[in-house]
């Protein structure tokens, strides 16, 4: 999601969101602490929408220039569009197996999509029409997974590429006229503009454990580790001015621009957060997959949970914020799409404490 999208929304500013599928009620929210007392706040009832081909693995969403959302279908190899009131579209890609993963929209007005196996990045039109550009392979390298892309601050759109490998891994850099302008020898797979013109990405290894790192435009590379994580899943830029990042054992992350990581617990164990977005509200939201729920996280840490409780599993993942400023969600093993929209409901407050294993690395 491009920051001039973020810009666009943040006036339509939401008192309060939290949200509940249509069955939870006040007792499925985190137990409070001693001092807490009930508040009436917003609440959001979620809407699932079944994607028309089988078992497509949806992989990850985005919000379109145009109005509606757009997603992409790892397996099925199509992407995917849903207007505001549920409507759906899928658009094959052209290459057959080419394991659609990343999407985002970007400033030209078009969503760009990465093609795993088939080594191409791809751009198709609000009208559906689906260019394919090739990525050439490092010098020495015989294959490529490209993997996550995002807009960058310079106008090119960036992508990483999780070869297996990891000597051929790479960053990479692609104009809107398709043109790969750049390749970055960096391990990655997560990445998001950052508010200071930077890209941020996500780099874990067994070897090395999770790391958060930036990259200039022109290719200089900072990376700070995260103590005590054990694996990454996605990364984006905050209301605040930090980096948010979910980390796949049990905490959300915030890291500074001057790289001071504080980690967050979700209540919730082994609920495998996914994906995180900005919303409207000033928040940030994210997926927990394995835990089947949506989470909210104030920017001071506090979260609020809720199950999913219309599917029997879910597996949440990608979130993005759609441009009617609710969220939208892949359910991964339920083969659906979410949205959250708002409604009035008394919820009971939980105060969370940060998880200071990891209060900063430098």
């Known amino acids: 999601m491009t920051q001039k999208f973020l810009r666009r929304l943040r006036p339509v500013m939401l008192s309060m969101i939290l949200f509940t599928s249509a069955s939870a009620s006040a007792s499925a929210s985190a137990s409070a602490s001693a001092s807490a007392s009930p508040a009436r706040v917003t609440v959001g009832t979620i809407t699932e929408f079944k ?3 089988p078992a497509s693995a949806l992989w990850d969403i985005t919000a379109g220039p145009d109005g509606n ?3 992409s279908e790892e397996a099925a190899g199509k992407i995917g569009r849903i207007t505001p009131t549920g409507v ?6 052209p290459t057959s197996g080419a394991d659609v993963r990343g999407i985002t929209a970007a400033p030209d007005g078009n969503v760009w999509f990465t093609e795993g196996f088939a080594s191409k990045i791809g751009r198709i039109t ?3 029409v689906i260019t394919e550009f090739p990525v050439p392979l490092p010098p020495g390298c015989f294959e490529s997974v490209l993997w996550d ?3 960058g601050p310079d106008g090119n759109l960036w992508f990483t590429d999780l070869s297996a490998a990891s000597s051929c891994a790479q960053i990479g850099r692609i104009t809107p006229s398709g043109v790969v302008t750049g390749q970055f020898l960096q391990a990655a797979e997560y990445i998001a503009a950052g508010p200071d013109g930077n890209l941020w990405f996500t780099d874990y290894s067994p070897t090395y454990g999770l ?3 930036s990259i200039t435009t022109d290719g200089a590379v900072t990376e700070y580790p995260v103590l005590g994580a054990s694996s990454s899943q996605a990364i984006t830029a905050g209301p605040d001015g930090n980096l948010w990042f979910t980390e796949g054992g049990r905490h959300v992350g915030r890291i500074t621009p001057a790289g001071a990581i504080t980690l967050f617990q979700v209540p919730t164990p082994s609920s495998l957060p996914w994906g995180i977005a900005p919303g409207a509200d000033g928040n940030l939201w994210f997926s927990e997959y394995k835990g089947g729920r949506i989470g909210r996280i104030s920017l001071i840490g506090k979260i609020r949970e809720v199950p999913i409780t219309t599917s029997h599993h879910p597996g949440p993942k990608s979130i993005t914020l759609g441009p009617d400023a609710n969220l939208w969600f892949i359910e991964y093993d339920a083969n659906k799409i979410g949205r959250i929209t708002d409604a009035p ?3 009971r407050r939980s105060l969370r404490t940060p998880d200071h294993r990891a209060a900063r690395s430098e």
Do not use: L
């Open 345 to 347: 409901s008394p919820v």
């Open 69 to 71: 959302v757009w997603f």
């Open 149 to 151: 892309i995002t807009a």
């Open 126 to 128: 609000p009208t559906g």
């Open 211 to 213: 790391k958060i790192g």
């Open 88 to 93: 759906i579209t899928e658009f094959p890609v």
């Open 51 to 53: 994607v028309p081909t």
